[in-house]
């Protein structure tokens, strides 16, 4: 059975810093691509980050590049999200997410598993 755990979500100022983390299990994770989503109250889910599994590629949205980094441990069968100069508007649930396919998109359709989510709030 597949599971995917977030973890380090929690309230923060803005300007702050978090680090997301997602441990697999039950799936050959280097095999994955790996993304993070999001859900802002109110709203659809959104993509975020997604990196190959080799980690060789990384793609973001716009909103997020340059202040959201990540990374991957194949070893540790976890993927990263560092959020820095985070906004209230990063405020969501954060997802993770696995598709055995191997190709590195954006759309939540391509994505096989899915976590449960950790909640991201960012105060003004």
């Known amino acids: 059975q597949v599971r995917l755990v977030e973890s380090g979500g929690g309230l923060v100022q803005a300007g702050d810093s978090l680090r997301l983390s997602c441990a697999a299990s039950?799936?050959?994770?280097?095999?994955?691509?790996m993304g993070w989503f999001r859900q802002p109250p109110g709203k659809y889910r959104e993509f975020v980050a997604g990196?190959?599994?080799?980690?060789?590629?990384?793609i973001y949205a716009d909103s997020v590049k340059g202040r959201f980094t990540i990374s991957r441990e194949n070893a540790k069968n976890t993927v990263f999200l560092q959020m820095n100069s985070l906004k209230p508007e990063d405020t969501a649930v954060y997802y993770c997410a696995a598709d055995r396919g191997g190709r590195l998109g954006s759309s939540g359709g391509e994505y096989d598993y899915w976590g449960q989510g950790t909640q991201v709030t960012v105060s003004s």
């Open positions: 039950g799936l050959t994770f280097s095999s994955y691509t």
């Open positions: 990196i190959s599994w080799r980690a060789g590629s990384t």
